[in-house]
């Protein structure tokens, strides 16, 4: 079994990795380990499963591995949890997984991806790097441009370098509400709006989210959950130095 990226920038050269999966002891599943994950696949000797199961002593809200079950024809399966203790440093990758001959299971291709961004959802900018975003903009507060220049203005001997940057606080919301009523979005984020909230970055959290709060309420959003994003802005930003 051999595959290929066609549209690799290494000029076709760019091979998808292969793995095979073997079974285990007791040959009651087979299993392909792919450097700190394993991928359990368990044959079906029974009415067909229509969600999978959590691996034995597994905590359902961190794993280890990636449980493959039979799906019922119509049917789509779904982990909601992300696997491995390490999945963020997982993104964009694929291997075509082989089976013992004798299980009858055709070669299987996956690809692994990070995580969807969810609306609301609260953490440093940089987190939300190579995430599928469907229809979300990640809104940094304070802006981009104010942290540059409080960085300009209060830290010495400090570029603006990315690392900086992505450690501020961002939140994930529509992008229609992104657009039309941020604060500080495209243009309206002007020399003068940049040096305010660079003058107060707790205030300027306040004050861009408190922009759109009325148009996230309209779109469904709680003030609960909203308030409870603003606090987690707050502390993520607290954590990393920003402001106390």
Request: proline letters at 7%; a negative charge.
């Amino acid at each position: 079994i051999h595959g290929f990226h066609t549209f690799s920038h290494y000029g076709g050269e760019d091979r998808v990795a292969v793995r095979q999966a073997n079974w285990n002891a007791d040959k009651s599943a087979m299993e392909a380990r792919l450097g700190g994950l394993t991928i359990t696949w368990t044959p079906n000797n029974g009415p067909l499963v229509t969600a999978p199961t959590t691996y034995p002593g597994a905590r359902p809200d961190v794993l280890d591995n990636i449980l493959v079950h039979p799906i019922p024809t119509g049917r789509n399966s779904q982990i909601t949890t992300y696997p491995g203790h390490d999945a963020e440093d997982i993104t964009w990758q694929d291997v075509i997984l082989t089976f013992p001959a004798d299980s009858g299971a055709p070669p299987l291709y996956l690809v692994f991806a990070k995580p969807a961004v969810e609306a609301l959802e609260v953490d440093v900018y940089g987190a939300f790097k190579g995430r599928p975003r469907n229809g979300l903009h990640v809104d940094h507060m304070p802006s981009r441009a104010a942290i540059k220049r409080f960085i300009g203005a209060n830290i010495a001997d400090v570029a603006t370098s990315d690392d900086y940057l992505n450690g501020v606080a961002s939140i994930a919301i529509p992008a229609k509400v992104h657009q039309r009523f941020s604060e500080t979005y495209g243009g309206r984020n002007s020399r003068r709006k940049q040096l305010l909230d660079a003058s107060n970055l707790r205030a300027a959290v306040d004050s861009n989210f408190e922009a759109i709060t009325p148009y996230l309420l309209e779109d469904g959003f709680t003030e609960e959950a909203l308030e409870s994003a603003r606090a987690m802005m707050h502390r993520i930003n607290e954590k990393q130095g920003w402001y106390q």
